[in-house]
């Protein structure tokens, strides 16, 4: 019978600054107060790039701004702008 | 027939404007669901903060940009050079706005497409990566 053989990911060394270890630390102990587990520092790293990557993301916003400025033609006011932007530049440097 | 919405898009600021007053649920909706990733151009965001501010007042303007950029859902170009360059060719050869051109360029940069409103000189000038709506 074949044993199942777990498969162990190379680990390498990364230079980073002292205060920035001194803030990854930080993290790693806030995770750990937070899981109730013992937390790594790649465990902490792999934490933080999740965190970039998903963002930070609220759509509640998003549904506030939604129709916020219902019915003040804005999208109209914006055309007539830059028509008038247009009619400046020709004005100006007739082109 | 019209490309789908769906993936990075420009979104020019008429179209944020629209989302303001509560048109465009279709795109609203898309952006919520995370189909459309939508990136907003610098000069968008400029003309959205002055039109805003005309109507409304400075404090408004200031406080409707803040929640735009931190609900997360927006990612903002700033124009490089290479970008402004692409404008500079577009609205050399094209009746276009300026902060059309941009837009434009900046969606050509992330080789993705710009979303706009159903603008006439737009339609006239039938550009490749651009999408009316």
Redesign the interface.
């Known amino acids: 019978m074949v044993e199942k053989v777990e498969v162990v990911e190379k680990e390498e060394s990364v230079k980073i600054k002292t205060s920035t270890k001194k803030s990854l630390m930080r993290v790693v102990g806030l995770l750990q107060e937070k899981t109730g587990k013992r937390v790594t520092v790649d465990d902490a790293v792999a934490y933080l790039i999740r965190r970039f990557e998903a ?5 509640e ?15 109209q ?3 007539a ?2 028509t008038l ?2 009619e400046r530049a020709k004005r100006k440097y007739g082109a | 027939m019209r490309k789908e919405l769906k993936g990075n898009m420009v979104l020019d600021a008429g179209v944020i404007l629209n989302l303001l007053e509560g048109e465009k649920e279709e795109v609203f909706n898309k952006i919520v669901r995370g189909e459309i990733t939508p990136i907003i151009s610098e000069i968008s965001l400029f003309e959205v903060f002055y039109i805003i501010c005309r109507v409304k007042g400075e404090t408004v303007a200031e406080n409707l940009i803040r929640k735009l950029v931190e609900s997360g859902f927006y990612s903002v170009s700033k124009p490089s050079w290479r970008i402004l360059r692409e404008a500079a060719s577009l609205k050399c050869s094209h009746a276009i706005s300026l902060a059309d051109c941009v837009v434009i360029a900046t969606a050509k940069a992330h080789r993705t497409v710009a979303l706009f409103n159903n603008e006439e000189e737009l339609r006239k000038n039938r550009i490749d990566n651009v999408i009316l709506i």
Do not use: A
Request: aromatic share 8%; hydrophobic share 35%.
């Open positions: 963002g930070e993301k609220k759509p916003l998003l549904f506030e701004l939604f129709g916020v400025l219902k019915g003040s033609k804005l999208s006011k914006l055309m702008e830059r932007d247009e």
